[in-house]
């Protein structure tokens, strides 16, 4: 199968059953800077329309550093605080996806990165739930992950882990899709 251009794909073992839907997203498009992920981790806050079990994760990325050996994986929270303007994640992730070595993800540009979730990561989601998908290292690499900070309109808020603590704020969007298994 030839990988379309800007795209890094995995196959998706949809398993026993499910379609796999669009739950929310930000597109690439909306890109207009980017925050260097050098501290553990940045997401975006969403809402959940639909019943459905996490399948997949994208965010837009360009490798910048990092020792081979490096992961990133991507994880789903529940949030406490003002979703759109101060939401945070909140407790242990709900599921976590499958590794991508570091070197997986191309240093020649942005790509939307695809973050599996498989198995009993397979975390279901509840319609009209809030939710925060993020991006986590496991190790010292370093990516450039897109953003929109000139004209954020999507119904959430970015969030970051740093010093032992999150924070939300809505002074950006990140670019990011969520499927689920519905």
């Not at 597109?27 to 553990?40: D, F, H, M, R």
């Not at 837009?60 to 994986?73: F, H, K, M, N, S």
């Not at 739930?129 to 309109?153: E, F, H, M, W």
Request: a negative charge; glycine letters at 12%; proline letters at 4%.
């Amino acid at each position: 199968m030839k990988i379309p251009t800007g795209i890094l794909q995995q196959q998706v073992n949809l398993g026993a059953g499910g379609e796999e839907t669009l739950i929310d997203s930000y597109s690439e498009s909306k890109k207009n800077g980017y925050s260097q992920v050098n501290i553990p981790s940045y997401g975006q806050t969403f809402s959940c329309g639909i019943d459905a079990d996490i399948s997949k994760a994208k965010f837009y990325l360009e490798r910048v550093g990092g020792d081979e050996t490096d992961a990133w994986i991507a994880e789903l929270y529940a949030i406490t605080g003002n979703y759109g303007v101060w939401a945070y994640p909140v407790g242990s992730p709900l599921a976590v996806s499958d590794p991508i070595d570091n070197y997986d993800i191309p240093s020649s540009g942005y790509n939307l990165v695809d973050f599996l979730f498989t198995g009993a990561e397979q975390y279901s989601m509840v319609s009209g739930q809030k939710y925060a998908i993020v991006i986590t290292r496991n190790g010292s690499s370093v990516c450039n992950l897109a953003r929109d900070g000139l004209s954020p309109t999507h119904s959430g808020n970015y969030v970051y882990y740093e010093n032992g603590s999150w924070t939300g704020a809505s002074t950006r969007d990140y670019p990011f899709y969520v499927y689920g298994l519905v």
